[in-house]
C-alpha cells in the first residue's frame, strides 16, 4: 500500500519519539513493501514560535493532503504565561474539532516486563487489559457559552443524542471484538447530560445483544480503576470524565511511558500520539522511551489502513525488547538495562 | 456544654453506625461533662418511604433547631428507578444547599494498622495524609440551565468570584495548621471557570505568605494521587472535580471504612458522615464498620464544638483497637480479627 502521513513532531521530547516512530514505520514499509510518504509540519509551542499559532493553515493544509496523523507531544514552561490562543495546548484542541475526530481511544495494559515497579501489588496489576473510549470534541470543552469576567465565569456541558450515538457505538464495536463488556461512566444522579446518555446507551445496546453493558457514576468509576481495574474492558465516558479518567487508568499499571493513543473519527482517519506529556526536562537529551510513539504508530497501521499483521509484529517487538531486559531511563525500577532511545529503537527494529 | 444534634440515619448500614456514633459521644458526654440533646430525623430512601420526598420540613426543621447534624448514608437498590426528585441523594443535595454548607472536608490518612492490605505498596502508602477540601454547594451541580430534551441536554458550570474566594480561604487557613501547603486543582488550559480559580487561588495567596501554593491540573492530580500521595497536604477544588478526586484518594489508603467527611459553612455550622455509601448488602447484620461514623462525630466535635481534647480521645480509641488487632468484616485483608460493630463500638468505649 501507498499511505500519507502528516507528522507533527510538536514539543520537548515530541521531535525525538516521532523520528523514533518513523525509524520503525520505514522499516515495516521496507518489510511489507508499503510505501509511506512523510508530511512534516508545525503543531503546539514550535508553531506559536513559527507562526504565531499553536495550529497554523500549513499543518491543517499537509493534514488534509494525508492518510493519518502521527503527533508527538506539545506544550513546555516556554508557552506557559501565553495568552490562551497563543497556548500549545490549544493546537491540540483545534486539531480534534477541526477534523472530527470525537473518539480518542486510550488501551490501558498491563506490561508483564513492568509488573515489578506497578505501584500496584502484582496480582491486581496482572490482568489489567482495557481501552478507555472517550469522547472528545463536545461536552465542557466546547460548549458555549464559556465567558469570564473579573465576578464570575460559566462553562457549558452540552451533549446532543447524535454526538453521544456515535461515541457509544464507536465503544460498543469495540467490545465486540475484546471481551464484551461495555461500562459507561457518567453522573446521572446529578447531570441532565448524564441522563440522556444513559438513556442513549440504554437504546443503543438493543443493538449488540452480544454486549454486556453497565453503568457507573464517575466517583465510583475512579475508585474501582484503582481497587478493581480488571473488571473493565471497554469504558466509555464524556471528554471531561475521560481526560481524568484515562489518565488515572494510565498510571495504574506504572507504563505511562508505553501507552498510545488515537483520535479518530468514523471514516477511518485519526491522529495517533503517545499518552505521555512533552516532558521538557529530558528533552534532546536522548533519553525518552519512544515505546508510546511507536506504539501509537502501530495502532494508525492497524486502525487507520487496516495493516494488523504490521502491527502486531511492532507491538510484539517492543515487548520483546523489555523482555529481553531493556528499557529507557523513565521504567528504570523495573530492574531492565537502562539504554538510550536510539538504542532502543535499534533494539525494536531487530526484533521486527 | 449543651449541644442538640441533629441525627438523620438515613437508609442501608445508615441507622447502625449512626447508633454507634451516638454511643461513643454519651460516653464522651459523660466523661467530659457535657450534655448532648439529639433530634432524630429521617432524609434519603428512609424520607421518600414516610414523606413521599428525600429532605421533608420536618427533617430541615429539626437540623435548624440544632447545633450540628449527624449523618449515616443515604441510597439503594429500592429507589435506583425513582424520578429525580424523589432519589435519596437528592436529599443530600438539597440539604447541603440550604444550609449553605459550602465547604467539604475529607482528610485522607493511611491507618497503621492496615498497611498491609493497601492496594499500594507500603512504602509509598506509608506517609499519606492529606485534606481534600470540595466546594459543594455551586459549579456543575447546581448551575442554570440545566435541560434536557429527546436530542439534547444541558448543564451549566457557573461559579462566582465569592463561591470560590471563601472555599479557597477555608483551605487556606487549613493548610496553616498543617504542613503549610494547598495544591490548587482545576482545568485551567480547558475552562474559563478554573481560569477565574486560578486568579483567585492566586489573590488570595497574598494573605497567607507562609503557605506554599501549587496549581495542577484536575487531570495530573488524578495520575499524581496515585503515583506520589505524600506530596499533598491540603488540596482545594471546585465540586465535580472535588467528587472523583475525593473518591480516588479515599481508597489509595484501603481504609474507605474508616473516612470522616464534614460539609460546613463559614459560622461552624456543619453535617458530619462517613465517607462511605449505605451498603445495603451488609445492613441490619451487626457487620457495618461504624469507624467513619465514630470518626465524623469526633470531627463534629472539634469543628463545630471546638472540643478538642474529646475528639482526640475518640480519635485515639479508634486506632487503639485496631492496634489491637480488632476490625470489622471489611478490613479482613488486614489480618485483624473481625468482629461485630457492636463489639467494635464496645471495644472503642472502653479505650476512651
Ligand atoms: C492538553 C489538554 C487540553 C488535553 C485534554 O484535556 O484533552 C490533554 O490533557 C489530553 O488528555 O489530551
Ligand atoms: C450522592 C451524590 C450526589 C454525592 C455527590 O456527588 O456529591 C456523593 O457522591 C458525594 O460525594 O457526597
Known amino acids: 500500500m501507498e499511505k500519507t502521513i502528516a507528522v507533527l513532531p510538536g514539543d520537548g521530547i515530541g521531535p525525538e519519539v516521532t523520528k523514533a516512530a518513523i525509524k520503525v514505520l520505514n522499516s515495516i514499509a521496507m518489510r511489507y513493501g508499503h510505501t509511506f510518504h512523510w508530511k512534516h509540519a508545525e503543531i503546539g509551542g514550535a508553531a506559536v514560535d ?8 500549513e499543518t491543517i493544509d499537509a493534514c488534509e493532503a494525508s492518510d493519518a496523523i502521527l503527533l508527538g507531544a506539545v506544550g513546555g514552561p516556554k508557552w506557559d504565561q501565553n495568552a490562551a490562543h497563543m497556548r500549545p495546548e490549544k493546537g491540540l484542541l483545534n486539531i480534534r474539532k477541526h477534523f472530527d475526530l470525537f473518539a480518542n481511544i486510550r488501551p490501558v495494559k498491563a506490561v508483564p516486563a513492568l509488573l515489578g515497579s506497578s505501584p500496584l501489588k502484582e496480582e491486581i496489576a496482572k490482568q489489567v487489559d482495557m481501552v478507555i473510549v472517550r469522547e472528545l470534541t463536545s461536552g465542557l470543552y466546547f460548549g458555549e457559552p464559556k465567558q ?3 465576578d464570575a465565569a460559566v462553562d457549558t456541558l452540552v451533549y446532543t443524542r447524535k454526538e453521544i450515538e456515535r461515541i457509544v457505538d464507536t465503544a460498543f464495536e469495540m467490545a465486540r471484538n475484546r471481551r464484551g463488556k461495555v461500562t459507561s461512566v457518567d453522573k446521572a444522579n446529578v447531570l441532565e447530560t448524564s441522563k440522556l446518555w444513559r438513556q442513549v446507551v440504554e437504546e443503543r445496546k438493543q ?18 480503576l484503582i481497587t ?7 469504558i466509555v465516558t464524556e471528554n471531561m470524565f475521560g481526560d481524568i479518567l484515562s489518565d488515572e487508568a494510565s498510571v495504574i499499571t506504572g507504563s505511562l511511558g508505553m501507552l498510545p493513543s488515537a483520535s479518530v473519527r468514523s471514516d477511518g482517519f485519526g491522529l495517533y500520539e503517545p499518552v505521555h506529556g512533552s516532558a521538557p526536562d529530558i528533552a534532546g537529551q536522548n533519553k525518552a522511551n519512544p515505546s508510546a510513539a511507536i506504539l501509537s504508530a502501530a495502532m494508525m497501521l492497524k486502525q487507520s489502513f487496516g495493516m494488523h499483521a504490521e502491527a502486531g509484529a511492532i507491538e510484539a517487538a517492543v515487548m520483546s525488547v523489555m523482555d529481553d531486559g531493556y528499557c529507557t531511563g523513565d521504567l528504570s525500577a523495573s530492574g531492565n538495562k537502562v539504554v538510550s532511545t536510539d538504542r532502543f529503537v535499534t533494539k525494536v527494529i531487530e526484533e521486527l
Open 228 to 234: 478493581d481495574p480488571r473488571a473493565f474492558d471497554v
Open 50 to 57: 513559527k507562526y504565531e499559532v499553536p495550529l497554523p493553515q
Open 207 to 224: 443493538e449488540y445483544p452480544d454486549v454486556e453493558v453497565e453503568h457507573m457514576l464517575v466517583d465510583s468509576a475512579a475508585m474501582k
Open 148 to 150: 469570564r469576567s473579573e
